[in-house]
């Protein structure tokens, strides 16, 4: 089965501090995942994805296939950080499209 | 640059009522969705579409139907509009490959 599983439905940490969102999937075969971001009342827009590999306002994942986990960190959290995020998944057919989704976790960052 | 387009942005119903949200995408996208967000929580699919004439249920069809006739559409329709359908409701699309786009939302109240 294709799933994406964000165990925290609520991170809350303090300005400056490290911050991890722990994404989880299960795929057969090698999975292209992303990070979506939705700030206050704006719509979701891609935050990065594995295949590029690249940092994004300072937030980087790294896949590993080990563990099925694609977690999003960041070292030094600022408050405008603060937002929902959302861990996807491209699958191919099954009931949710191709693209899947986690519940989202979120990140809340206090001064 | 349209991308994708919601429309109406807000709404208020009365229960009973039925209406009908807008969404199109010039990126001739094959996949589109449907999706709610309720205050605090993830997004839930209502509705996908694999390409013109195909449709299928997410994970909370019920109250709900939607088209797509054209690549560029896919309406979403409330036949008879309930409080539980208060939500945000966001189209997005994509295609193999790509991440998804979406679109700025409709704000639904049901009163």
């Known amino acids: 089965a294709q799933r994406v599983t964000q165990p925290e439905k609520l991170l809350s940490v303090f300005k400056g501090a490290p911050v991890e969102l722990k994404c989880n999937y299960s795929y057969s075969g090698s999975p292209e995942l992303f990070w979506y971001v939705q700030y206050s009342r704006q719509r979701l827009q891609l935050l990065l994805r594995h295949i590029s590999r690249e940092s994004i306002k300072g937030f980087t994942a790294d896949l590993n296939k080990g563990e099925t986990s694609f977690h999003l960190k960041k070292p030094f959290a600022q408050e405008e950080d603060s937002a929902m995020y959302y861990c996807?998944?491209?699958?191919?057919?099954?009931?949710?499209?191709?693209?899947?989704f986690g519940k989202g976790t979120k990140l809340s960052v206090k001064p | 640059n349209a991308g994708v387009t919601q429309t109406p942005k807000f709404r208020i119903l009365k229960i009973g009522q039925s209406m009908t949200l807008q969404c199109t995408q010039d990126m001739n996208h094959n996949y589109m969705y449907w999706y709610r967000q309720d205050p605090g929580m993830g997004l839930k699919l209502i509705y996908y579409?694999?390409?013109?004439?195909?449709?299928d249920k997410g994970e909370v069809p019920n109250g709900y139907n939607v088209s797509r006739s054209t690549t560029e559409d896919f309406p979403l329709r409330l036949e008879l509009a309930a409080p539980s359908q208060t939500s945000v409701y966001f189209c997005?699309?994509?295609?193999?490959?790509?991440?998804?786009?979406f679109g700025q939302g409709t704000r639904l109240t049901v009163v």
């Open positions: 579409s694999v390409g013109a004439g195909i449709t």
């Open positions: 997005a699309s994509s295609s193999v490959n790509t991440e998804a786009f």
């Open positions: 996807a998944l491209l699958g191919y057919g099954g009931s949710q499209g191709n693209l899947i």
